[in-house]
């Protein structure tokens, strides 16, 4: 490689040969007045992406690093440890199944932070689509955060930005085993912890811009992403994990309550609707006593919250 970029792209991918050319297409695309390099991450996957990234980067050998992994280790370790690898001065991430829409993504963020150096990070929104070409919005909509600053007290209320769609400054550089041991703490999840250990290294700003594609699945059924192929005793367990986590590595600096009384009320109704409420009460008893105590009121009040703004909605249609 030539210069040392000031950008690591992340590319992190397992079993996406339908996808990772359109993801490595659109970082290639990227118009910018600095170096950057693309660090991808094979997390060992069964199917022909391999070979794909080999061929990007034979192709691309000034702009290209690979790690092609010998055994799997799961979305987390392969982002934390990809991060770790970054030579740049700020680093960004890219599913292999996503890609970006602006080729000049990069440019703007990177602009945005050189004239704003107090921020450890921009993110931005993201354009929710499928694999038959349909879009269902934009992600994070709330306009609390749009256009504006990200915040503790609002990510905690579950006020998410993206984690994936951010730029930000290179806290990866130095090793550290008990940051690495929390955002690996469940295998399957780490936006939650980098998204905390961002806020709680500096403001994160949110571009109202859709400059990426999130890809969900879709009409193709052979595309399932780990939101959609997770039943929802795991995917409540995966949340505690990640929570929980968060509650020891920060030590009373953050509370994590009203998150988790919140990260459960949708859920819990989800089971009552649709089954499989026993493995998710099981999972319920690793709440802290507080929150265990707590959840009866405070399900009662979001529901009662939920009619009324529900009946408010229909006297002023009526």
Request: proline share 5%; hydrophobic share 40%; aromatic share 12%.
């Amino acid at each position: 490689m030539g210069q040392t970029p000031l950008v690591t792209v992340l590319v992190t991918t397992y079993n996406q040969e339908k996808y990772i050319a359109n993801a490595l297409d659109s970082v290639l695309a990227q118009r910018t007045d600095f170096p950057f390099e693309i660090y991808v991450s094979e997390d060992c996957g069964s199917d022909g992406t391999r070979a794909i990234l080999e061929g990007y980067a034979a192709r691309y050998p000034e702009r290209i690093r690979l790690r092609l992994r010998s055994r799997n280790v799961g979305i987390s370790r392969n982002w934390y440890e990809g991060l770790s690898a970054a030579r740049g001065q700020y680093v960004c991430t890219l599913e292999g199944d996503d890609w970006w829409l602006d080729d000049h993504k990069l440019q703007k963020q990177v602009d945005f932070l050189r004239a704003h150096p107090q921020y450890a990070a921009v993110s931005h929104t993201l354009l929710l689509t499928d694999d038959a070409g349909s879009t269902y919005g934009t992600l994070p909509a709330d306009p609390r955060i749009l256009g504006k600053n990200a915040s503790l007290p609002l990510f905690l209320r579950g006020v998410t930005y993206s984690c994936t769609a951010c730029l930000a400054k290179n806290i990866f550089r130095i090793p550290d085993p008990k940051r690495e041991a929390y955002v690996t703490a469940n295998r399957s999840i780490a936006d939650f912890a980098l998204c905390m250990l961002y806020l709680d290294a500096g403001p994160v700003f949110v571009l109202p811009q859709a400059m990426a594609a999130y890809r969900v699945a879709g009409s193709d059924p052979s595309h399932q992403n780990y939101n959609g192929s997770q039943s929802g005793a795991q995917k409540y367990a995966d949340f505690l994990d990640t929570v929980l986590a968060s509650r020891a590595y920060w030590a009373g600096k953050y509370h994590f309550g009203r998150c988790l009384l919140a990260g459960s009320f949708y859920p819990f109704i989800d089971r009552v609707k649709y089954g499989g409420l026993g493995p998710f009460l099981h999972q319920m008893r690793r709440l802290p006593l507080g929150v265990k105590l707590a959840f009866p009121f405070y399900f009662a009040g979001r529901c009662l919250g939920l009619v009324w703004n529900r009946l408010a909605r229909g006297a002023n249609h009526g």
